[in-house]
């Protein structure tokens, strides 16, 4: 089983890798259907998400693809408002945000694959960078703890939509997943114990895929077709949860 779980780990994270997100949401289900108790599952997932993001941000930050003056106030402001859209969601309808949720990654995945912005200069203007970067990461704290899912899903599209570079985007949405993920990790952790071999192949399966996709969105792909992967794996995400709630 736990081997298994690791080649499912590396094929999903190598695509997840060149989008920039974490594969966690796609692993938690995969896990529990291969008898993983829940908390393990997603304690593990997220745990991988961080590993693999953090595998595939070395590869961008080597190759010069993360936009840190954009970065780094989503960073902040996001680790900020996450618990802050957490408390939120405890008095309201679920269902409903999930459903608005899922709206919302058919629109972004449909501007992902029919919409070219013009890109935008990422190196002038600092308290432009920062402004935006402090107004993505609030939306993608906020909703990212509102409905329970990983920021990134709102600042790939949001970055690519603003008129940056696609690769950039991706590269620097990842560094912001890594500390999404390992917050989520520890929460989870003191909820469930650690499967020692799930945890050793899955963690060699996402080093692995993290490694590959990176080097395929910096090295290989062109700016269009990380484009038209990240809608793809919009699509993909917003069909899963509305598979859930339909």
Do not use: C
Not at 32 to 61: K, P
Not at 231 to 237: H, M, N, R, Y
Request: charged content about 10%.
């Amino acid at each position: 089983m736990a081997f298994l779980a690791g080649i499912i780990t590396f094929a999903f994270t190598v695509v997840m890798a060149i989008a920039g997100l974490g594969a966690a949401f796609i692993l938690i289900p995969v896990f529990m259907a291969l008898g993983v108790e829940v908390h393990t599952a997603m304690a593990t997932a997220l745990l991988l998400n961080a590993i693999s993001m953090a595998v595939a941000s070395a590869t961008f930050i080597r190759r010069k693809l993360v936009v840190w003056r954009i970065g780094v106030p989503i960073l902040i402001v996001a680790t900020a408002l996450a618990p802050v859209g957490a408390h939120v969601s405890l008095g309201l309808d679920r269902t409903l945000l999930l459903r608005l949720f899922v709206g919302f990654l058919v629109f972004a995945a449909a501007m992902m694959l029919f919409y070219s912005p013009r890109e935008r200069e990422t190196t002038r203007r600092p308290l432009v960078l920062v402004s935006v970067g402090s107004g993505v990461g609030a939306v993608a704290g906020f909703f990212g703890g509102l409905l329970g899912v990983g920021g990134g899903n709102f600042v790939v599209p949001t970055l690519v939509t603003l008129g940056i570079d696609a690769k950039r985007a991706s590269a620097t949405t990842s560094v912001v997943v890594v500390f999404a993920s390992l917050s989520g990790f520890l929460a989870h952790m003191s909820l469930a114990g650690v499967n020692w071999p799930l945890l050793g192949w899955t963690a060699l399966g996402s080093i692995g895929g993290a490694a590959l996709g990176a080097r395929l969105m910096s090295d290989r792909l062109k700016g269009r077709q990380v484009k038209v992967i990240i809608g793809i794996v919009l699509l993909a995400v917003a069909v899963k949860m509305a598979w859930g709630l339909f």
